[in-house]
């Protein structure tokens, strides 16, 4: 009887046990990482009678976890990987709807300023066209300013996630560090600490969701935790922390430093994966390069538009001023070099445009390493120019950039981050704000004289090349009166004839280099050397004249003669301004240039809604992969409790069993 009641008593217990897992199983089902557990049973060791053995019962061997370490780690790639493009997709969707909205965007104040330039070329002396043009010409410039300062409110924005997300990780990391702790002592002492193992796995997969990380198991079930190119975030039971600090090289961009025990790491340009990992790869594949092609816009704007300005006639009969600031102004040369606050001399500089054509859109950096300077493009990682330090000469050229290096103490490991064109688009704006200053006329005019009896017409004077601004003076001076040319129809081929003052050269450009071709159009050149610079007038000269037919070029004093100025402003909307020097283009207009960057943008928007949606499919399926083994079916849990009941009412009834024999058998005896 009593071996009966032992059997009975063990499958009381290990069905009370299957119940009680059954029972842990269903209230965790929404329990975030838990993994459904089940019990495992054997036979107790049978005693040996004279027939044969007997069986003692049942026992319960384990409770075993439902876990496979390698569906866990799809689960955390595919987690980080669908984090990552979250993250970039969002960030990258509020750039492209930025740039590609017609209430914020450049195109739209493009066209308006061209449309004024358009309206004023056709009457340039109409003082409501003038000013319409200087209206138009803010309304531009605070559109460059608001995207600006959008994206860079984007920037701190993302400089505060970071932050925040650092935080996180660091907590997290703690929290892996405890709970191999807790684990190793577990299995220690033999235990199988179920709860805990799913409770770090949650952690682990937490941890993924902010940074990419790579996991290995070591043989006392603890978890090391990697990150970037393999530095240790979590080794046993001690962890390494990051933060988020402004960067050396450019304090408005957080850097990420690893920090263990005494070594402190930047491990920004390593890092991916996760939010953190998206965050920074949209900051380097497309912050940086918004900043920075906006800013390239801005400055050739301003620099083309001001120069062409610079080589005409106000309604004063002035050289044109500005009509946007100056692009070299002392403080916006200052603040494209930054000195990093570790450089130990005292090496600076400030950074010049000379050439808006040749801007790229890249950041450079000057560095002192080995007793020899480098001149970098980043982009590409380019060395541009070294030496020697004791040979760094005090201007260097490059791109269409000119730095003047400052200092005289340049010690190994200083260096400066150049960016010539980060700050373009805030630092656009109008500074000239009376219309009758706008330089719309040209500097010279040409007319035929009356009686000429050929029907020869000379075109308005176009300078070509020259000083901007021009001098007027030295210009008025050398023109005198006018320069008279006659037609000689005796030489061979024919020419022009005149006394030309000192300073002053004729040629035939097309289509003959040696004279004129009668009835066709034909492109000459003055050339006028002065105190101011060297000027050249090209003009045409059309038709039949007759011997003796003469033409007058003159300076226009009035400034209210011509639009020949106001035309190659208008111009500039098509002319190729923007990456002249890049190789296999001839470089593009101001419109074609922002098109151009809402077109790449516009692009890896596209493609990264393609890849965010996509990654979400494969961590779907990632995630039923994990629950098909350890997730919990309520249908499953509830079969299995009943099953659990019927088998634990059954034991009982074997108790009952043998307690009526035992009675039986007692009763025998009375």
Same mark, same amino acid.
């Given at each position: 009887? @009593?071996?009966?009641?032992?059997?009975?008593?063990?499958?009381?217990?290990?069905?009370?046990?299957?119940?009680?897992?059954?029972?842990?199983?269903?209230?965790?089902?929404?329990? +975030?990482?838990?993994?459904? /557990?089940?019990?495992?049973?054997?036979?107790?060791?049978?005693?040996?009678?004279?027939?044969?053995?007997?069986?003692?019962?049942?026992?319960?061997?384990?409770?075993?976890?439902?876990?496979?370490?390698?569906?866990?780690?799809?689960?955390?790639? !595919?987690?980080?990987?669908?984090?990552?493009?979250?993250?970039?997709?969002?960030?990258?969707?509020?750039?492209?709807?930025?740039?590609?909205? %017609?209430?914020?965007?450049?195109?739209?104040?493009?066209?308006?300023?061209?449309?004024?330039?358009?309206?004023?070329?056709?009457?340039?002396?109409?003082?409501?066209?003038? #000013?319409?043009?200087?209206?138009?010409?803010?309304?531009?410039?605070?559109?460059?300013?608001?995207?600006?300062?959008?994206?860079?409110?984007?920037?701190?924005?993302?400089?505060?996630?970071?932050?925040?997300?650092?935080?996180?990780?660091?907590?997290? @990391?703690?929290?892996?560090?405890?709970?191999?702790?807790?684990?190793?002592?577990?299995?220690?002492?033999?235990?199988?600490?179920?709860?805990?193992?799913?409770?770090?796995?949650?952690?682990?997969?937490?941890?993924?969701?902010?940074?990419?990380?790579?996991?290995?198991?070591?043989?006392?079930?603890?978890?090391?935790?990697?990150?970037?190119?393999?530095?240790?975030?979590?080794? =046993?039971?001690?962890? *390494?922390?990051?933060?988020?600090?402004?960067?050396?090289?450019?304090?408005?961009?957080?850097?990420?430093?690893?920090?263990?025990?005494?070594?402190?790491?930047?491990?920004?340009?390593?890092?991916?994966?996760?939010?953190?990992?998206?965050?920074?790869?949209?900051?380097?594949?497309?912050?940086?390069?918004?900043?920075?092609?906006?800013?390239?816009?801005?400055?050739?704007?301003?620099?083309?538009?001001?120069? /062409?300005?610079?080589?005409?006639?106000?309604?004063?009969?002035? *050289?044109?001023?500005?009509?946007?600031?100056?692009?070299?102004?002392? /403080?916006?040369?200052?603040?494209?070099?930054?000195? +990093?606050?570790?450089? %130990?001399?005292?090496?600076?500089?400030?950074?010049?445009?000379?050439?808006?054509?040749?801007?790229?859109?890249?950041?450079?950096?000057?560095?002192?390493?080995?007793?020899?300077?480098?001149?970098?493009?980043?982009?590409?990682? #380019?060395?541009?120019?070294?030496?020697?330090?004791?040979?760094?000469?005090?201007?260097?050229?490059?791109?269409? @950039?000119?730095?003047?290096?400052?200092?005289?103490?340049?010690?190994?490991?200083?260096?400066?981050?150049?960016?010539?064109?980060?700050?373009?688009?805030?630092?656009?704006?109008?500074?000239?704000? /009376?219309?009758?200053?706008?330089?719309? *006329?040209?500097?010279?005019?040409?007319?035929?004289?009356?009686?000429?009896?050929? %029907?020869?017409?000379?075109?308005?004077?176009?300078?070509?090349?020259?000083? !901007?601004?021009?001098?007027?003076?030295?210009?008025? *001076? #050398?023109?005198?009166?006018?320069? %008279?040319?006659?037609?000689?129809?005796?030489?061979? +081929?024919?020419?022009?004839? =005149?006394?030309?003052?000192?300073?002053?050269?004729?040629?035939?450009? !097309? &289509?003959? @280099?040696?004279?004129?071709?009668?009835?066709?159009?034909?492109?000459?050149?003055?050339?006028?050397?002065?105190?101011?610079?060297?000027?050249?007038?090209?003009?045409?000269?059309?038709?039949?004249?007759?011997?003796?037919?003469?033409?007058?070029?003159?300076?226009?004093?009035?400034?209210?003669?011509?639009?020949?100025?106001?035309?190659?402003?208008?111009?500039?909307?098509?002319?190729?301004?923007?990456?002249?020097?890049? &190789?296999?283009?001839?470089?593009?207009?101001?419109?074609?240039?922002?098109?151009?960057?809402?077109?790449?943008?516009?692009?890896?928007?596209?493609?990264?809604?393609?890849?965010?949606?996509?990654?979400?499919?494969?961590?779907?399926?990632?995630?039923?992969?994990?629950?098909?083994?350890?997730?919990?079916?309520?249908?499953?849990?509830?079969?299995?409790?009943?099953?659990?009941?019927?088998?634990?009412?059954?034991?009982?009834?074997?108790?009952?069993?043998?307690?009526?024999?035992?009675?039986?058998?007692?009763?025998?005896?009375?």
């Amino acid at each position: 009887m @009593a071996d009966l009641l032992n059997i009975g008593l063990s499958g009381l217990t290990v069905n009370k046990t299957s119940l009680t897992v059954t029972g842990h199983n269903i209230t965790n089902v929404n329990t +975030p990482g838990y993994s459904r /557990q089940d019990t495992v049973q054997a036979t107790r060791i049978p005693q040996f009678s004279g027939s044969g053995y007997i069986g003692s019962g049942a026992q319960t061997v384990e409770i075993r976890r439902l876990a496979s370490e390698f569906l866990f780690n799809q689960l955390r790639n !595919s987690t980080s990987l669908n984090s990552d493009l979250t993250a970039y997709r969002g960030q990258i969707e509020q750039i492209d709807s930025l740039l590609a909205n %017609t209430q914020t965007g450049v195109t739209p104040g493009l066209q308006k300023f061209f449309a004024a330039l358009q309206t004023a070329s056709e009457d340039p002396a109409n003082i409501p066209a003038r #000013q319409l043009l200087l209206s138009e010409a803010e309304g531009l410039a605070k559109r460059f300013n608001t995207i600006y300062d959008q994206i860079a409110k984007q920037n701190e924005t993302l400089n505060t996630q970071l932050g925040d997300q650092v935080d996180q990780v660091n907590r997290l @990391a703690a929290a892996i560090g405890r709970y191999n702790d807790a684990i190793a002592i577990a299995k220690s002492n033999g235990s199988e600490p179920n709860d805990l193992l799913d409770a770090r796995e949650e952690t682990v997969r937490q941890l993924s969701q902010l940074i990419g990380v790579q996991v290995v198991e070591q043989d006392d079930a603890t978890l090391n935790i990697f990150v970037g190119s393999g530095q240790p975030l979590v080794v =046993g039971n001690s962890s *390494a922390t990051l933060s988020a600090v402004p960067g050396l090289a450019d304090p408005s961009r957080f850097d990420i430093l690893f920090t263990s025990g005494a070594s402190v790491q930047n491990v920004t340009p390593l890092l991916s994966g996760g939010e953190m990992g998206g965050l920074l790869k949209f900051r380097s594949d497309v912050l940086d390069n918004t900043f920075n092609s906006l800013g390239r816009l801005a400055l050739a704007i301003s620099n083309e538009v001001n120069t /062409q300005l610079g080589q005409g006639l106000d309604l004063r009969g002035q *050289a044109g001023a500005d009509l946007f600031k100056d692009i070299n102004d002392a /403080q916006a040369a200052s603040l494209r070099v930054i000195v +990093p606050p570790g450089n %130990t001399g005292d090496i600076g500089g400030v950074l010049n445009i000379t050439d808006t054509t040749q801007l790229t859109t890249s950041d450079y950096e000057l560095a002192i390493e080995a007793g020899q300077y480098q001149l970098r493009r980043l982009s590409d990682s #380019q060395v541009l120019q070294t030496g020697a330090v004791g040979t760094l000469p005090t201007t260097l050229n490059f791109d269409g @950039a000119s730095l003047v290096v400052s200092g005289t103490t340049f010690n190994n490991g200083d260096r400066l981050t150049i960016q010539p064109t980060r700050r373009g688009a805030t630092e656009i704006t109008r500074v000239l704000d /009376q219309s009758d200053q706008l330089a719309l *006329a040209g500097a010279a005019k040409a007319v035929a004289t009356l009686n000429n009896r050929g %029907t020869g017409k000379i075109g308005q004077p176009d300078l070509a090349s020259g000083p !901007s601004p021009i001098d007027p003076a030295a210009l008025s *001076a #050398q023109f005198g009166a006018g320069i %008279t040319l006659s037609y000689n129809a005796a030489a061979v +081929p024919p020419t022009l004839t =005149g006394a030309l003052p000192a300073g002053v050269t004729l040629s035939y450009i !097309s &289509p003959l @280099a040696t004279g004129l071709t009668p009835g066709q159009s034909n492109q000459l050149r003055l050339q006028m050397t002065n105190g101011s610079g060297t000027y050249n007038f090209d003009f045409t000269l059309s038709g039949v004249p007759q011997q003796g037919d003469s033409f007058t070029l003159s300076f226009n004093a009035s400034g209210v003669s011509n639009n020949s100025n106001a035309l190659k402003l208008v111009a500039l909307q098509s002319k190729a301004t923007i990456g002249v020097t890049v &190789p296999g283009t001839t470089g593009v207009s101001f419109t074609d240039g922002y098109g151009d960057l809402v077109e790449r943008v516009g692009t890896l928007t596209s493609q990264a809604r393609i890849d965010n949606e996509a990654s979400a499919i494969v961590l779907k399926q990632a995630k039923d992969n994990r629950d098909s083994l350890s997730g919990v079916s309520l249908d499953e849990e509830a079969a299995k409790l009943i099953q659990f009941q019927q088998y634990y009412q059954a034991s009982a009834q074997i108790i009952q069993t043998a307690r009526s024999l035992f009675d039986t058998l007692i009763s025998t005896f009375r």
